[in-house]
């Protein structure tokens, strides 16, 4: 069966991507079943560990670069840093 004749895509069958079935034997399918929930485990305590790692190296990595930091100046209290215009109140007529 191809879906466009003539084109790249004659070579492209989607029995390909058909879902696996499942085996009939019981004892094959349970066991099946216990491997892909061993596999889902050992994916899940294996993402933990890289996250935990990778939260680990990136204190690590802040707290080694913020050692050599330059020191900010402190910013004085009375100083406020911006720039600023007057606006004069508006000239309304007064209130009869």
Request: no cysteine; proline share 11%; charged share 15%.
């Amino acid at each position: 069966m191809t879906i466009f004749p003539g084109s790249a895509f004659r070579w492209f069958h989607f029995d390909a991507f058909a879902p696996p079935r499942r085996p009939r034997h019981p004892l094959l399918r349970a066991l099946l079943g216990f491997v892909g929930i061993a596999l889902l485990l050992v994916l899940l305590v294996f993402g933990v560990f890289i996250g935990a790692a990778m939260l680990l190296g990136g204190m690590l990595w802040r707290a080694w670069t913020g050692r050599h930091a330059v020191p900010t100046p402190t910013a004085r209290e009375d100083v406020i840093d911006g720039s600023f215009r007057v606006v004069n109140p508006p000239q309304l007529p007064l209130p009869r």
